[in-house]
Every structure is written in structure tokens, then in C-alpha cells.
């Protein structure tokens, strides 16, 4: 496998999850222990899930680090969602970093269809 640092999917993985960080400083104080950590752990899961599948021995250990990518990728964006809905990031925010998880999607369903998994989903 090669490294993570060359796929392409991760390196856009890695600048979504600077763009959250970056994004969650504007969020209200009481929503540090709330809000703030589980959206900053759910969308670094993605980058750090594709980084640790490439440690992986086998072709299917690989492809399950990436499911488990992508499930934290779709759970960021709920609470991307959710953010916009609750005022805390603008349409605007809400709408470039939208797109940024979407590619990084299509990306990732791009790898594991690539090496042989099922891309529903």
C-alpha cells in the first residue's frame, strides 16, 4: 500500500479536518464539551481511519478502515447540518465545507471501488 500522505483522498480528508477546526472557533463557549469535540473527532476519524487502514496487511483490513471512514464522514456531515441550523457557522461556511465533504466522499467511494469493495452508500 502506499503511503497515506500520497492518496489524494487523504490529503483532502486532512484539509477538511483544518477547515472544521478553523470553523468551530467561531462556536458559542457552552459548546466546547458538546458540539465542538464531537465534530472535530468525527471528521479527523476520516483522515486518521484512511491513514491507519494503509498500515494494514490485507486488501479487506484496508477496505473496513475506509467504511469506517466514510461512516465518520457522514456523521460529520449531520453536524455540519446541524451547526448551520443552530447559527453557529453561516449559509455561507456551511456551504464550502459541505462541498469539501461531498469530494471527499466521492473520493473515498472512488478507493474502496477501486480496490474491490462496494461503494453504496
Avoid at 10 to 24: P, S
Wanted: neutral net charge; aromatic residues 10%.
Amino acid at each position: 500500500m502506499s503511503r497515506y500522505e500520497d492518496l489524494d483522498v487523504w490529503k483532502l480528508a486532512h484539509e477538511f479536518v483544518l477547515e472544521i477546526y478553523t470553523l468551530t472557533k467561531k462556536y458559542p463557549c457552552e459548546e466546547r464539551y458538546r458540539l465542538i469535540d464531537q465534530i472535530c473527532r468525527a471528521s479527523s476519524s476520516v483522515a486518521m481511519n484512511i491513514a491507519e487502514g494503509t498500515g494494514r496487511r490485507t486488501q479487506k483490513d484496508f477496505l473496513n478502515f475506509l467504511y469506517i471512514a466514510r461512516g465518520s464522514l457522514q456523521e460529520t456531515k449531520y453536524q455540519l447540518l446541524l451547526s448551520r441550523d443552530l447559527k453557529f457557522i453561516s449559509n455561507e461556511d456551511y456551504e464550502q465545507v459541505i462541498e469539501k465533504a461531498y469530494t471527499v466522499g466521492r473520493l473515498l467511494n472512488g478507493l474502496i471501488n477501486k480496490i474491490g469493495g462496494n461503494q453504496d452508500a
